[in-house]
């Protein structure tokens, strides 16, 4: 299971960013995805989730609203769209794969300077 995250960067408070997460070693389009962040200092928490087929959502209090979770079974892909972005979104940012056992990607940066 190999989970390889892109697309973290430096971006200005109201600013916009998509996150990718590409996927191999399993069967994608048979998993739920999710994306956590872990804040300096604090623990990982969770984000956001998506179902199988791309169906059902789910979000964090914290980023209703703001942030859309999305996959693409054909490229073995989930994104994180991230519009509004608040200094207190900066964190390193993770997808997780789990059947059982949980994978995790090495994680990008997403820096919002206040």
């Known amino acids: 299971v190999h989970l390889v995250e892109s697309g973290g960067g430096l971006v200005q408070p109201g600013g916009s960013l998509r996150l990718s997460c590409a996927a191999s070693g399993f069967t994608f389009s048979s998993v739920a995805m999710s994306w956590y962040r872990q804040a300096p200092g604090k623990e990982r928490e969770w984000v956001a989730g998506i179902n199988r087929v791309g169906t059902v959502t789910n979000y964090a209090a914290s980023v209703q609203g703001r942030f859309t979770i999305s996959r693409d079974n054909a490229k073995n892909t989930v994104y994180l769209q991230m519009n509004s972005l608040k200094p207190e979104d900066t964190a390193a940012y993770y997808c997780?794969?789990?059947?059982?056992?949980?994978?995790w990607g090495q994680g990008t940066q997403v820096t919002v300077p206040s």
């Open positions: 997780k794969a789990s059947w059982g056992d949980e994978y």
